[in-house]
């Protein structure tokens, strides 16, 4: 079955770094975009890095020069390094995969929690 787990979330300092995990089986993960999104309680849940099955890469705006988003395609995983982490970036966070073609697909792993905080 498809599973994709999201690991390396925690408890940080503002100001400090982070990078996360998102082992991906079950389907063919270099057809797939690859992409982290967050959750904030009472916030809507935001895109904040997609990874194409080409490797070009998209940020939101709040997040961009400060994460990085990269995959490797031979270990099945996708990376979200996070820099100058600011409280403003306390979420869950949720690796997603998704194709267009030949069919709609879409994956969601369980998230990870990622507190910034002094």
């Known amino acids: 079955q498809v599973q994709l787990v999201e690991s390396g979330g925690g408890l940080v300092q503002p100001g400090g770094s982070l990078r996360l995990s998102c082992a991906a089986s079950?389907?063919?993960?270099?057809?797939?975009?690859m992409s982290w999104y967050r959750q904030a309680p009472g916030k809507q849940r935001e895109l904040v890095a997609r990874i194409t099955s080409g490797g070009s890469t998209n940020y939101a705006e709040a997040v961009k020069g400060r994460f990085t988003i990269s995959r490797d395609n031979a270990k099945n995983t996708v990376y979200l390094e996070m820099n100058s982490l600011t409280p403003e970036d306390t979420a869950v966070y949720y690796c997603?995969?998704?194709?267009?073609?030949?069919?709609?697909?879409?994956?969601w792993g369980q998230g990870t929690q990622v507190t910034v905080s002094s």
């Open positions: 997603n995969g998704a194709r267009i073609v030949p069919l709609i697909q879409a994956y």
């Open positions: 079950g389907f063919t993960f270099s057809s797939y975009a």
